[in-house]
């Protein structure tokens, strides 16, 4: 039998989505638990990653299953010239379930191809991130006490953006409205909006980042414009400071606004809104542990109560 992978958030009903944040639920209620006693995580990640990896390996760890891997590909044989292909198939030798992160979009769908392992992509390129989805999903239903009819606008780099792109995806069942924020350089692709205008998802597109934006907005979804995405440094120059939320541009916000960002930020939001409670982000990121713990035991079908 194939075994389950997570390499897409379109592979995940609206029903899969509950299920999995039900469960997050659970789990950030009561974290450790032996449910993956005997169990081998392998981690490989291609690309850096702080907050991806380091909370699968918490949620590894607080289930009681153990992890190996590697966190720079240069020190092992794909150095050598050793293919993707032949990496899965070692690793599926040794571990139960691997996590991989890799710069080709892609990656992550064709390593579910030839292993019988399940495998959870951890973000490929510039295509997709479930797992942020899950865990942004998650924040969101539990700030606003629903995911229903939602007013969610993205800011920064839409264009290389894989969690704004998985998010839209994620969204899709809960009837959103989408604010686009972005220079003309990083708009959102074609490829996004016709998916909006195919579920009858509204969206609008603005270049400038307009308080009147921010006032209507029950998530305010910041994003790093991400300099490894760019062939054109002086593209990346010129775009890279070209959103900075201050504090002040939230003063007529609604109540229930969150702000949340994928992280890592450099510049996009300044220091003073960290005190502010509508910020969310560093929150975001512990969810990540509940939410991928969630995960880890849906891809492997095993129960939570
Ligand atoms: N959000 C996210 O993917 O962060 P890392 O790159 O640190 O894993």
Redesign the pocket.
């Known amino acids: 039998m194939k075994s389950k992978s997570l390499v897409s958030i379109d592979q995940c009903s609206k029903e899969d989505i509950l299920r999995i944040l039900e469960n997050a639920a659970k789990f950030e209620a009561n974290p450790n638990r032996k449910l993956l006693e005997g169990k081998v995580a392998a981690t490989l990640f291609f690309e850096?990653?702080?907050?991806?990896?380091l909370s699968f390996e918490t949620a590894i760890n607080r289930l009681d299953g153990r992890v190996i891997g590697f966190t720079d590909a240069s020190t092992t044989s794909s150095s050598k010239g050793e293919t993707l292909k032949d990496t899965i198939l070692m690793v599926s030798n040794y571990a139960d379930l691997i996590i991989m992160?890799h710069h080709l979009e892609g990656a992550a769908r064709y390593a579910s191809e030839v292993t019988n392992i399940p495998v959870i992509n951890?973000?490929d390129g510039a295509n997709q991130?479930p797992s942020?989805t899950l865990l942004d999903l998650y924040s969101i239903q539990k700030t606003q006490g629903t995911l229903d009819n939602l007013t969610i606008t993205l800011v920064g780099d839409l264009k290389y953006g894989r969690?704004v792109h998985s998010l839209i995806v994620g969204m899709s069942h809960f009837n959103p409205t989408f604010n686009f924020v972005a220079p003309n350089e990083l708009k959102m692709p074609d490829e996004q909006k016709h998916f909006c205008d195919k579920h009858g998802i509204r969206y609008h597109e603005y270049t400038e980042f307009d308080e009147s934006i921010i006032d209507e907005t029950d998530i305010l979804y910041m994003t790093r414009v991400q300099r490894e995405r760019f062939t054109d440094m002086e593209e990346y120059e010129r775009v890279k400071n070209v959103y900075i939320l201050k504090n002040d541009m939230l003063k007529n916000s609604k109540d229930n606004l969150k702000i949340l960002h994928?992280?890592?930020r450099v510049n996009e939001i300044a220091y003073d809104v960290d005190d502010n409670p509508k910020a969310y982000y560093f929150q975001q990121?512990r969810n990540g542990v509940f939410t991928r713990e969630a995960i880890i035991c849906d891809v492997l079908n095993i129960p939570v109560n």
């Open positions: 850096p990653s702080t907050r991806t990896r992160r951890a973000g991130h942020q969690t994928p992280l890592p990121a």
